[in-house]
């Protein structure tokens, strides 16, 4: 009796519609013997690079040859096919007969959870959630003991100083926004508390510590897609930072109508615009300067890298401290409520609402009960636009966060972050009347940028590039910001001596050190640059021609402008529409090139989104 044939090493298997697949492909994954069962169940069908040891099929049985030629007859019996030697491998009758085979391996096996990716489909129940919990449970100690270790205390602590001030100025912002927007029903006490509560659970609870929630101006949406939602989120977030930052030193000089007249009070007005611009852009420029300190040469390592970590909070600090001593011009500071009671008050008597709310109604200061129990259908309508924004904006921010170029070793827990949300935050928000709060964009990459480390490298064209090579993945960053948060709450008296453009250099600096990187804001600059010998390498430089990247960023520039269009519109029916337009982004990503497909080729998308 013939010894059995060797075992043979076949490719992963390809399926149809790809370049590699083929009839051999295959009958070859089917022959996968019982015998063989647990060495296979490890390998991935869906890994490129992964590679199967398929034995040979015993006599008597079929055989397909690792050449790719034909099945040969490898025993007289009668259970084989009939007289195969001639038989071509596309025969139905040759597939058929492998098909009902013993060594048929089923195509619906499920990868283990603990092998999941973060953003991974599972096809079982939870299979997500019990994925980020196998994935960040046995990190949870690290979590914490990484701020105190390997020498990252003085840039945790130093994290923690700046984004208390990153945290606490749009809280403040935005609280007077709602104070307006809805009669004094919410305001700054109510978005502090909401803010420093989200927090705290956060920090405990969370599977990506790195995100900071918060209450945002534009309540911001996004989905999982490709890199172009991204990119024109990410960038309307700065845009927004940074006008606004620009918009707080405008007004100093539009508040008072006689800056340039010749009241008596004009030279003090114009005297308090100019020292207010001053602050504002000095901040921005001495946070930007203590930034790029370490590259310098004066000082000692110790001193470059204190000045860099700590950069955005003395400047707040020194420029405070100058307008305390022209305190005459009468600057204007920080807004704090006096105290820890709710915005709203009742009817007739003056006092403050409960903090719990009553879905029964109560009166309030607007004039009017507010709705009853079955009110509460009714708003679940409009609710739904906000319950979207919630879950678009929390998972764009936490993406942007894991992004692979953040050279994150502990990875994401998107499903986990979004039960922490919806279990714990949510509805501690909603039976105390406070905003609900969010992954907020800027202050979460400020926060992550605060705690990297980043070289300088040469690339292969010889150009300088920045790389992250660490970044302090810990949960007492979190912890300490918004714990200093709640704590301003009494600390009002010192704290209402920061002018608000102080904060709003801060905001300026946020908002354009969150640029680079952005891929869409790197092309924009590609339009300034008339020789293209003179273009920056990246590799979508290198890969795709120049008429189709200028009209894909010109195409990607169109739907941020419409975007940012609808955030300033007045009208709340037009306004409305913002939410949508995110939503349908990855839609539209999909069908305009589809309409022009001279213009993008498979490959230019392909260098564009990777």
Known sequence: MPAPAPPFVEPATAYPGDDNYSSVNHV??????????????????????????????????????????????????????????????????????????????????????????????????????????????????????????????????????????????????????????????????????????????YSFLSGQPLCILGATGPELAFTVCTRFTEEIFSFLISIIFIVGAFTTLIKLYLADPDVEGDDPAAPANRAKAFLGTLLGLFTY????????????NEATPLVRKL?????????????????????????????????????????????SRGWFVNPFGDETASGYDTPGVGFIFFTAVPALGLAVLGYLDQNLTTLLINRKDHNLKKGGAYHLDLLVCGIFIYPICGFFGLPFTHAAT?????????????????NEHGQTVSKVTNVVEQRVTHLGIHCLLLAALGLSAVLTKIPKVVLAGVFLYMGVTALPGVQLYERLWLWLIWDTKKYPQYDYVTQVARKPLHLYTLFQFSCLAVLYALTKVPNPYISVIFPFFIAFLPLIRKLVPKCFPSVWSKEDLKALDK
């Open 28 to 201: 070859a994954d089917a022959l996968v013997t019982p015998a063989t069962a647990g060495h296979d169940a490890d390998c991935d069908p869906f890994e490129e690079e992964s590679v199967r040891a398929v034995p040979a099929p015993a006599v008597g049985e079929a055989r397909v040859e690792d050449d790719g030629g034909e099945a040969g007859e490898a025993g007289k019996s009668s259970t084989v096919l009939g007289d195969t030697a001639n038989m071509s491998r596309n025969s139905s009758g040759f597939f058929q007969g492998i098909k009902s085979s013993k060594y048929m391996r089923s195509s619906k096996e499920k990868k283990p959870i603990s092998e999941l990716a973060p953003l991974e489909f599972s096809g079982r129940f939870a299979g997500g959630l019990r994925a980020d919990l196998l994935r960040r449970v046995p990190l949870y100690v690290s979590d914490w003991t990484e701020a105190f270790t390997g020498g990252n205390c003085m840039k945790t602590t130093a994290s923690i100083c700046f984004l208390f001030f990153a945290c606490l100025s749009p809280a403040v912002t935005f609280g007077a926004a709602f104070a307006d927007a809805t009669d004094n029903q919410l305001g700054v006490i109510e978005t502090i508390i909401s803010s420093g509560m989200s927090g705290l659970i």
């Open 285 to 296: 420029f001495t946070a930007m300067w203590c930034r790029a300190f370490p590259k310098r």
């Open 307 to 351: 000045v860099a970590n700590y950069g955005v909070t003395l400047s707040i600090l020194l420029y405070s401290g100058i307008n305390y001593g022209f305190r005459d011009v009468d600057v204007p500071c920080l807004d704090m409520p006096d105290e820890i009671v709710p915005t709203a008050t009742l009817n007739g008597t003056g006092e």
């Open 442 to 458: 800027v202050r979460s990459m400020s926060h992550l940028m605060s705690l990297m480390t980043r070289e300088d490298s040469k």
